[in-house]
């Protein structure tokens, strides 16, 4: 059955277009997608059809239809995944630079999430449905580390609480722009969709609530320093956003950071090194560390000479 989303044009909306108003009210819609719903009329102004740059007035009707997704098959693809634990419950993977957690638009194929489907056949848990199953967090796809993947709806449940609690430990490793001045610090900032441009993240006032601690490993003599960086919160890019928020960005990063590195990388260099959680059914807390990769390790005694 499709679905009918209905907004009211408020003060703050006033004067917006429509497709705009749509990108901002609707956070889990693209703004390419609601380009492609207005070209096919599913959009509508006060219950008339309308193109989505119609500008809009205050106490407007914005109504867009959104049809029933199709069905996707995500077939299962052999892998050689790098395994760093695995039980009846969980599974924890060294996730390598470049490979997508799971399927989204334009990633059907060659996901994380297609190796485990080879790997663990059915035993992976289906709260998050079929195009997530056990994926109870992720990594961005150019970012490299441990992540844990539940093989039951018992397993994730638990892992899910203990995210939501904030218990789970998680320590990333980085290296940024620039000498921080202090030893360690603290970035308590909310993160939310950037208003300037909605497809990166940013911090805003209405965000969620976002805490990254951080504290110095090394200070590299070409002007950058090589972090650690423990997540209380887990929000989308936060590392990333926090820390370019302080003018530390990280090296590689081209959203958040400088457009242009004389080094050659793929992405950002940030690699999720410590994983500790509760096991979901012993009650035992276990914690695995995973090595940087090749290329990280090269860059630090590269950048320390």
Same mark, same amino acid.
């Given at each position: 059955?499709?679905?009918?989303?209905?907004?009211?044009?408020?003060?703050?909306?006033?004067?917006?277009?429509?497709?705009?108003?749509?990108?901002?009210?609707?956070?889990?819609?693209?703004?390419?997608?609601?380009?492609?719903?207005? $070209?096919?009329?599913?959009?509508?102004?006060? =219950?008339?059809?309308?193109?989505?740059?119609?500008?809009?007035?205050?106490g =407007?009707?914005?109504?867009?239809?959104? +049809?029933?997704?199709?069905?996707?098959?995500?077939?299962?693809e052999?892998?050689?995944?790098?395994? !760093? /634990?695995?039980?009846?419950?969980?599974?924890?993977?060294?996730?390598? $630079?470049?490979?997508?957690?799971?399927? *989204? *638009?334009?990633? /059907?194929?060659?996901?994380?999430?297609?190796?485990?489907?080879?790997?663990?056949?059915?035993?992976?848990?289906g709260?998050?449905g @079929?195009?997530?199953p056990?994926? !109870?967090? #992720?990594?961005?796809?150019?970012?490299?580390?441990?992540?844990?993947?539940?093989?039951?709806?018992? *397993?994730?449940?638990?892992?899910?609480?203990?995210?939501?609690d904030?218990?789970?430990? #998680?320590?990333?490793?980085?290296?940024?722009?620039?000498?921080i001045?202090?030893?360690?610090?603290? @970035?308590? *900032? +909310?993160?939310?969709?950037?208003?300037?441009?909605?497809? $990166?993240?940013g911090?805003?006032?209405?965000? $969620?609530?976002?805490?990254?601690? /951080?504290?110095?490993?090394?200070?590299?003599?070409?002007?950058?320093? /090589?972090?650690?960086?423990?997540?209380?919160?887990g #929000?989308?890019?936060?590392?990333?956003?926090?820390?370019?928020?302080?003018?530390?960005?990280?090296?590689? =990063?081209? @959203?958040?950071?400088?457009?242009k590195?004389?080094?050659?990388?793929?992405?950002?260099?940030l690699?999720?090194?410590?994983?500790?959680? @509760?096991?979901?059914?012993?009650?035992?807390?276990?914690?695995?560390?995973?090595?940087?990769?090749?290329?990280?390790?090269?860059?630090?005694?590269?950048l320390?000479?």
């Amino acid at each position: 059955m499709d679905e009918t989303i209905e907004i009211k044009v408020t003060s703050d909306l006033a004067g917006k277009r429509l497709d705009v108003i749509l990108a901002e009210q609707c956070d889990d819609l693209t703004r390419s997608y609601i380009n492609k719903l207005c $070209k096919e009329e599913r959009a509508k102004l006060n =219950d008339k059809i309308s193109k989505g740059n119609k500008k809009c007035k205050e106490g =407007d009707k914005i109504t867009l239809q959104i +049809p029933e997704p199709e069905e996707l098959e995500i077939l299962p693809e052999k892998m050689d995944l790098d395994i !760093v /634990y695995e039980d009846q419950d969980v599974i924890l993977i060294n996730k390598p $630079k470049n490979m997508v957690v799971h399927p *989204a *638009a334009g990633h /059907y194929t060659g996901t994380l999430v297609n190796g485990l489907m080879a790997h663990c056949k059915d035993d992976l848990s289906g709260i998050n449905g @079929v195009l997530r199953p056990g994926i !109870v967090h #992720r990594i961005d796809k150019d970012t490299t580390g441990i992540l844990i993947v539940c093989k039951n709806d018992m *397993a994730h449940q638990s892992i899910a609480k203990q995210l939501y609690d904030h218990s789970i430990t #998680r320590k990333y490793h980085a290296i940024v722009y620039g000498n921080i001045k202090e030893e360690e610090g603290t @970035v308590n *900032a +909310p993160i939310g969709r950037s208003l300037k441009d909605r497809k $990166k993240m940013g911090i805003v006032m209405d965000g $969620k609530h976002a805490v990254t601690h /951080y504290k110095v490993l090394r200070r590299l003599k070409k002007g950058f320093t /090589y972090i650690e960086c423990q997540l209380e919160t887990g #929000r989308t890019h936060q590392i990333r956003v926090h820390m370019a928020s302080i003018k530390h960005p990280l090296l590689g =990063d081209d @959203v958040y950071g400088p457009k242009k590195s004389k080094y050659t990388l793929e992405g950002q260099c940030l690699h999720a090194k410590v994983l500790g959680f @509760v096991h979901p059914r012993t009650g035992e807390y276990m914690e695995f560390e995973v090595p940087l990769p090749e290329y990280f390790e090269k860059l630090l005694k590269k950048l320390d000479q």
